[in-house]
């Protein structure tokens, strides 16, 4: 196992929070004074959703995950001309473009009570400005912009890394998930703050370096290797496996972190149309940017054409479903992968209406024997993905299958799960053991805690009903 797989597993350790069962339901949250960031609008949200969840171990589960971000990896905020907030991921001390913005997107709805959250949205919309103009093929950056990696597996990779850069895998979805927060703290506060002149130059960095990547000349200026017993730790002769330029963006990791089989990732193509549309707007009613509004919708046009003719296979059954990764060669293959954008949480994202005949069939073969990384064992079953490794199961698949699913009961299976699988920490992990879900990997894992909670927060707003009875 390489360096961050061995700081993963040992998330529970850092942590330090007993794994045992807590039959009076404590709250696991740090106490006030040492709660990283307070949010009022937060704070009366978690008191709002939690009356009206009838079962005892649910309702603690949500009120530990929901403000999980805010009371732990928040760990600067400055407001100002120049605002500025550091959000880690939980037990990695470093910035994930993917996570950071995933982590405050449940929060977004409240930023328009909150003085002091859109603070912290406006500081972290210009923080992941600024570090994509650093580098926009870094995935993961530094407290301080002038700081080498300190991150021990990045330490020796052969790439091109920067001061301020922690780690330079290059995956699509981490410029998606930049727009994607911009867009959703747009929509919920009409606040054009944000939408400065540096943001700009970073969202035409974002196109850019989009454009570059569709490699219509067959080049890219990135590279990067790196010494790992794990081949999807590092790229095949720095650039990864050939693939056909046909107008889909190259990426050569997964949101997992892991690298691709094949470079043209559909998941993240798909988000890539979905944000790039976003950004077209963005543009236009923040800026009254033309130029960047029909750029971004242009190339938003090509990728969305190229993903009709190239992004999709045919199962075994001869049923057509959306696939994982193509070469444009007429290669592919069908799996998925826990981590979003995965396929089967393409409607979750946007990307799909959840009612679409080809995504139904395509999430239905991901949920099973279809998908090598689906698992099902005594302790549950769901998604998971190379990154961990065969046996465990993502809970982030279950919050994501829960929050797509359009039946009761779906809804309910996933909850019981999730309820089932927390091993007494009152935390949602990365992975579990399918047989035994005492076996877990990151104990802090900011993400996965806060989509456990936007997934309660939906259900209380669209289902009440499910909560209203114990599981």
Known sequence: MIARRTLLAAGAAAVALPLRAAPSFASRRPAPADRRFASPAVEREIARVSTRIADPELRWLFANCYPNTLDTTVLSVTAGPTPDAFVITGDIPCLWLRDSAAQMKPYLHLARQDAALRTLLRGLIARQARSILIDPYANAFMQDPNARTNLSWALKDATEMRPGVAERKWEVDSLCYAIRLAHGYWQATRDPAPFDATWAESARAIVRTFRTEQRKDGTSPYRFTRSAPQPTETLLWGTGNPARPVGLIHSGFRPSDDACLYPLFVPANLFAVTTLRELAVLATETRGDIALAQDAAALAGEVAAALARHGTMRLPSGEEVWAYEVDGYGNAVFMDDANVPSLSGLAYLGCVAPEDA???????????????????????????????????????????????????????????MLKATHAGTGFIHEAFDRDDAAKFTREWFAWANGLFGELIVRIAATRPHLLKAPL
């Open 358 to 416: 080809r995504w139904r069939r395509t999430a239905a073969a991901a949920w099973s024997d279809a998908n090598p990384w689906f698992f099902r064992g005594s302790a549950g079953e769901g998604i998971g993905g190379p990154h961990v490794g065969p046996r465990s199961i993502w809970p982030m698949s279950l919050i994501v299958r829960a929050l797509s699913a359009r039946d009761d009961a779906t809804i309910l299976a996933c909850l019981r």
